[in-house]
C-alpha cells in the first residue's frame, strides 16, 4: 500500500514538472506585435491615421495560450452634444455596452446593419440602455432623432487587436507565437479594399513585426437612413420636452 501511495504521488509530481516545463517556454513566446500603418487618402485629404484597427485571428492547429475573459466591467458609448463618444469602440463578443444619455432630450440609438442588430427605442435625458454585442462584426451606430449622430461598434472573436496611433503604430500585446489571419479596418476605405489586406502572418520571437499595412481610403458618403428605411424629417425645433413624430 506505501509503495502504490509512492508511485501514485511520485507520478503526479513528474506530470507537474512535465506541464510546467513545457509550458514555461509557451509561455515565455507572448509577444508585443507591432505593426507600421500607412493611409493613402484621396487628393486634399491628407491626414494621420485615424480609427485603423488591425486584429489576428487564430488559426487551425495554432491556438493561443494566453485567453482574456470577457470584461465583466461595460464598456460604454455616451450620448452628449448630439454625437457618440467614443466615435469607435472595439469590444470583444459578449461584451455589454452601455448607452447612456446625457443631453437633455430624447434619443433613440439604433443598428440595423452588419453585426448587432437592435433598437432601443426612445429613452430621455439622464437614463440609459444597453446591448450584449454577442456575435462578430462592424456595427454601426446611429439615432433615429438627430441623423448627425454616428458611431461604430467593431465586434472581435478574439483578444488580439490594436488601435494606430497618430504616427500609424499599432501594437498588440501578449500574443503567442504562431500563425494567424491579419484583418483590416478603417472607415474610409472601401470593404473590397480591406479585405485586399487579408493575408496570413507568423509571429514568431525573431519576428514580432508585421510590417508596414498600406490601407487606401476613398471619399466614402456616409449618409444612411432612419430605422424605418427613409430619409430623416427636417429639423424641427427643440427642448427637453421635444419628441418627433414616429
Same mark, same amino acid.
Given at each position: 500500500?506505501?509503495?502504490?501511495?509512492?508511485f501514485?504521488a511520485?507520478?503526479?509530481?513528474?506530470?507537474?514538472?512535465?506541464?510546467?516545463?513545457?509550458?514555461? $517556454?509557451?509561455?515565455?513566446? @507572448?509577444?508585443?506585435?507591432?505593426?507600421?500603418?500607412?493611409?493613402?487618402?484621396? $487628393?486634399?485629404?491628407?491626414?494621420?491615421?485615424?480609427?485603423?484597427?488591425?486584429?489576428?485571428?487564430?488559426?487551425?492547429?495554432?491556438?493561443?495560450?494566453?485567453?482574456? *475573459?470577457?470584461?465583466?466591467?461595460?464598456?460604454?458609448?455616451?450620448?452628449?452634444?448630439?454625437?457618440?463618444?467614443?466615435?469607435?469602440?472595439?469590444?470583444?463578443?459578449?461584451?455589454?455596452?452601455?448607452?447612456?444619455?446625457? *443631453?437633455?432630450?430624447?434619443?433613440?440609438?439604433?443598428?440595423?446593419?452588419?453585426?448587432?442588430?437592435? *433598437?432601443?427605442?426612445?429613452?430621455?435625458?439622464?437614463?440609459?440602455?444597453?446591448?450584449?454585442?454577442?456575435?462578430?462584426?462592424?456595427?454601426?451606430?446611429?439615432?433615429?432623432?438627430?441623423?448627425?449622430?454616428?458611431?461604430v461598434?467593431?465586434?472581435?472573436?478574439?483578444?488580439?487587436?490594436?488601435?494606430?496611433?497618430?504616427?500609424?503604430?499599432?501594437?498588440?500585446?501578449?500574443?503567442?507565437?504562431?500563425? !494567424?489571419?491579419?484583418?483590416?479596418?478603417?472607415?474610409?476605405?472601401?470593404?473590397?479594399?480591406?479585405?485586399?489586406?487579408?493575408?496570413?502572418?507568423?509571429?514568431?520571437?525573431?519576428?514580432?513585426?508585421?510590417?508596414?499595412?498600406?490601407?487606401?481610403?476613398?471619399?466614402?458618403v456616409?449618409?444612411?437612413?432612419?430605422?424605418?428605411?427613409?430619409? !430623416?424629417?427636417?429639423?424641427?425645433p427643440?427642448?427637453?420636452? !421635444?419628441? $418627433?413624430? @414616429?
Amino acid at each position: 500500500m506505501y509503495r502504490k501511495r509512492r508511485f501514485k504521488a511520485l507520478a503526479a509530481t513528474a506530470t507537474l514538472v512535465t506541464v510546467l516545463v513545457v509550458r514555461a $517556454p509557451i509561455l515565455a513566446q @507572448q509577444l508585443t506585435v507591432t505593426a507600421q500603418v500607412e493611409v493613402v487618402a484621396p $487628393p486634399n485629404q491628407s491626414h494621420p491615421p485615424r480609427d485603423v484597427v488591425i486584429w489576428l485571428e487564430t488559426q487551425e492547429g495554432s491556438a493561443p495560450v494566453h485567453l482574456i *475573459d470577457v470584461p465583466r466591467q461595460h464598456s460604454a458609448l455616451t450620448q452628449k452634444h448630439k454625437s457618440f463618444t467614443p466615435h469607435l469602440l472595439v469590444v470583444q463578443m459578449g461584451t455589454v455596452v452601455d448607452f447612456p444619455n446625457h *443631453d437633455p432630450f430624447f434619443h433613440n440609438v439604433f443598428s440595423l446593419f452588419e453585426g448587432k442588430r437592435f *433598437d432601443l427605442g426612445l429613452y430621455e435625458a439622464g437614463t440609459t440602455r444597453h446591448v450584449r454585442f454577442d456575435r462578430p462584426g462592424v456595427c454601426y451606430i446611429f439615432c433615429n432623432i438627430h441623423p448627425e449622430m454616428s458611431a461604430v461598434v467593431v465586434v472581435l472573436d478574439t483578444p488580439y487587436w490594436g488601435l494606430a496611433n497618430r504616427q500609424g503604430k499599432v501594437e498588440i500585446a501578449r500574443v503567442p507565437a504562431g500563425r !494567424y489571419t491579419l484583418h483590416v479596418w478603417d472607415e474610409r476605405s472601401l470593404p473590397e479594399n480591406l479585405a485586399q489586406l487579408t493575408r496570413v502572418v507568423t509571429v514568431s520571437p525573431g519576428q514580432p513585426s508585421i510590417g508596414r499595412v498600406q490601407i487606401r481610403e476613398t471619399e466614402v458618403v456616409l449618409a444612411h437612413k432612419n430605422k424605418y428605411g427613409q430619409d !430623416y424629417e427636417k429639423p424641427a425645433p427643440e427642448g427637453p420636452g !421635444y419628441i $418627433p413624430q @414616429q
